[in-house]
């Protein structure tokens, strides 16, 4: 995968879960997303991406705010872990807008 498409599958995805609140698992997407996404690293265009990408790797994600411990990406987790629907939908909102900021040459 390569970064214009890590970006636009990502940008289809974390669109469609700032659209939906209420689908509060990766898992929950439409069929169409869900089938792309599930065979890639964490369900994930920019983690296979940049797992898959020469040194310095996940430090060059969109999402670059990692634990030193296990690389999780905190900005997911917060999705992860909102228990309302705004909350869930502001998470999605800053995942996205960082996405779409994220300039790919």
């Known amino acids: 995968m390569d970064k214009r498409t890590a970006k636009r599958l990502s ?8 659209e939906h609140p209420d689908c509060d698992k990766k898992s929950q997407l439409p069929k169409e997303l869900l089938t792309r996404i599930i065979i890639l ?3 994930c265009p920019l983690c296979e991406y940049f797992h898959k990408a020469k040194s ?3 430090i060059l994600c969109p999402l670059h705010y990692i634990t030193c411990e296990n690389y999780e990406c905190i900005d ?3 999705w992860e872990n909102a228990t309302h ?6 998470c999605a909102e800053d995942i996205f807008n960082k996405i779409k900021a ?4």
Do not use: A, H, I, T
């Open 56 to 58: 310095p790797g996940c």
């Open 85 to 90: 629907n705004s909350d869930r939908k502001k």
């Open 41 to 43: 690293d964490c369900q």
């Open 11 to 18: 940008l289809k995805v974390w669109g469609y879960l700032k």
């Open 102 to 105: 994220w300039e790919v040459k």
């Open 76 to 78: 997911w987790f917060n």
